[in-house]
T-cell receptor, first 111, second 115 residues
Framework: DAKTTQPPSMDCAEGRAANLPCNHSTISGNEYVYWYRQIHSQGPQYIIHGLKNNETNEMASLIITEDRKSSTLILPHATLRDTAVYYCIVRVIVGANNLFFGTGTRLTVIP | DTGVSQDPRHKITKRGQNVTFRCDPISEHNRLYWYRQTLGQGPEFLTYFQNEAQLEKSRLLSDRFSAERPKGSFSTLEIQRTEQGDSAMYLC?????????????FGAGTRLSVL
């Protein structure tokens, strides 16, 4: 699986959009971008995934650049409960391959 | 609550003792994973089961570690002769091979402290 690069930490004001970047310049054509988050003392939680089109669900939006070398996770209206470590993971969608988490981005939502 | 249960949530043991953790995956999931997470790091893969078969093991899984999934349902992870370096959060995840999204759902983990 391709590796990803994320900033170690970010702050966001409560109620504002949080934009979390991820670089994955070695991504292969059959690899998807997955995002998970981990709130303190809990297990990782799936957020969203995509291949090349932008995706949106009830939790977040995922914007993938046309060359697929980077992506941005958008939390449209951050709340204090969104404070967590966010992991960007690149992997193929088929098969049982494990997840490579890296160190992620620690997002702190400020009141 | 993701539907993946882990027991116990916390375990304190003395160096040299054996410990066993249990994971109950989402009932219809045939794949089960174990990960380990140390402070400040992301989870690291340990091993993976499809049904009762253990199909992959990480080099992190030393000879002191053994995992089982005897009936393809719950799984246990045993650590023999624990060392202080084994102190970590042990996470279990499950997924289904029958869906196209291939999403792993995680339990809350078992935090092990080796004194």
């Amino acid at each position: 699986d391709a590796k990803t690069t994320q900033p170690p930490s970010m702050d966001c004001a409560e109620g504002r959009a949080a934009n979390l970047p991820c670089n994955h310049s070695t991504i292969s054509g059959n690899e998807y971008v997955y995002w998970y988050r981990q709130i303190h003392s809990q297990g990782p939680q799936y957020i969203i995934h995509g291949l090349k089109n932008n995706e949106t669900n009830e939790m977040a939006s995922l914007i993938i650049t046309e060359d697929r070398k980077s992506s941005t996770l958008i939390l449209p209206h951050a709340t204090l409960r969104d404070t967590a470590v966010y992991y960007c993971i690149v992997r193929v969608i088929v098969g049982a391959n494990n997840l490579f988490f890296g160190t992620g981005t620690r997002l702190t939502v400020i009141p | 609550d993701t539907g993946v249960s882990q027991d116990p949530r916390h375990k304190i043991t003395k160096r040299g003792q054996n410990v066993t953790f249990r994971c109950d995956p989402i009932s219809e999931h045939n794949r089960l994973y174990w990960y380990r997470q140390t402070l400040g790091q992301g989870p690291e893969f340990l091993t993976y089961f499809q049904n009762e078969a253990q199909l992959e093991k990480s080099r992190l899984l030393s000879d002191r570690f053994s995992a089982e999934r005897p009936k393809g349902s719950f799984s246990t992870l045993e650590i023999q002769r624990t060392e202080q370096g084994d102190s970590a959060m042990y996470l279990c995840a499950s997924s289904s091979s029958g869906t196209e999204k291939n999403i792993q759902y995680f339990g809350a983990g078992t935090r092990l402290s080796v004194l």
